[in-house]
């Protein structure tokens, strides 16, 4: 994972053309300060970077320290979200969430669910277990 303000640049573009990149940044001003990108997501601006590939918004909202321990922990399983335009792209970012012993949620398209799960997002840094997060993304 790297810092969202060095994203752009950092891969060259025709190297992932047409591949799956899950963006997991945040777009921060400084310690907990969503930066305002005017009513954009963030995954927005790395699919303008990146012309062609297949952006899947996932693995940003949880804590890292959740994050090391949800997926094996006993109970049930804590819902990692998936936003973008591709659908068999998500299904293959869905997979790899199953695998890493969380519960996938679909919240929609690039920019709506992605603005969803971003810093100022209500399901930012919000741990849900699976049936919460779809009760929640069903209303």
Known sequence: MVPFDSV??????????????????????GPG?????????SSEL???????TRIVKSLNTMHFETLAV????????LAHFTAGDDGK?????????????F???DTGPLHSG????????PLFNRPLTEAQALAWTSH
């Not at 790395?46 to 062609?52: C, R, S």
């Not at 992605?114 to 997002?121: N, S």
């Open 114 to 121: 992605g603005i969803l799960q971003q810093p100022g997002g």
């Open 33 to 41: 300060n969503a930066r305002d990108l005017g009513g954009r997501g």
């Open 103 to 105: 519960a996938p949620v």
């Open 46 to 52: 790395v699919a303008e970077w990146y012309p062609g």
């Open 8 to 29: 752009q640049g950092l891969l060259p573009q025709d190297a992932v053309r047409e591949t799956v990149l899950v963006d997991a940044t945040n777009a921060f001003n």
């Open 89 to 101: 792209a998500k299904e293959i970012v869905a997979g790899i969430i199953t695998d890493l012993g």
């Open 70 to 77: 949800a997926g094996t922990a006993p109970g049930p399983r």
